[in-house]
């Protein structure tokens, strides 16, 4: 099963830009969906942002559509979400996540042949 492995989180104030990385291992990661999600204090975990196999098919909340883009480079076996236009409302702690079906695709979590990054955490200052 994939390992992940985020990092790139850091404090940044409004307006300013982020780009977090996850890492992936163990696994064949051209065959996964690759996804970003966050969780910030007090609320539930929530779908960012979602990109296919090859990388053509993308997918993201609205929240932050025309802000945030995920990119991957299946050759370094790494997926990425750089942050645009930050707000408040960002932070939160960013997973990465990677699923062989097509189901972040939907905006859902990994299934059980999924995985889960660790985590890292954004701050944005107003």
């Known amino acids: 099963q994939v390992q992940l492995l985020e990092s790139g989180g850091g404090l ?9 990385s996850c890492s992936a291992s163990g696994g064949t990661f051209s065959r996964y969906t690759m996804g970003w999600f966050r ?21 993201y909340a609205d929240s932050v559509k025309g802000r945030f883009t995920i990119s991957r480079d299946n050759a370094k076996n ?6 645009n236009s ?9 997973y990465c996540a990677a699923d062989p079906t097509f189901e972040l ?6 299934n059980r042949y ?13």
């Open 105 to 110: 695709l939907r905006g859902h979590p990994p």
């Open 86 to 94: 930050l707000k408040p409302e960002d932070t939160a702690v960013y």
């Open 12 to 20: 940044v104030q409004a307006g300013g830009s982020l780009r977090l």
């Open 39 to 59: 969780q910030a204090p007090g609320k539930e975990r929530e779908f960012v942002a979602a990109r296919g196999w090859s990388g053509g098919i993308t997918y």
């Open 114 to 126: 999924g995985a889960w990054g660790q985590g890292t955490l954004v701050t944005v200052s107003s």
């Open 78 to 83: 790494t997926v990425y979400l750089q942050m």
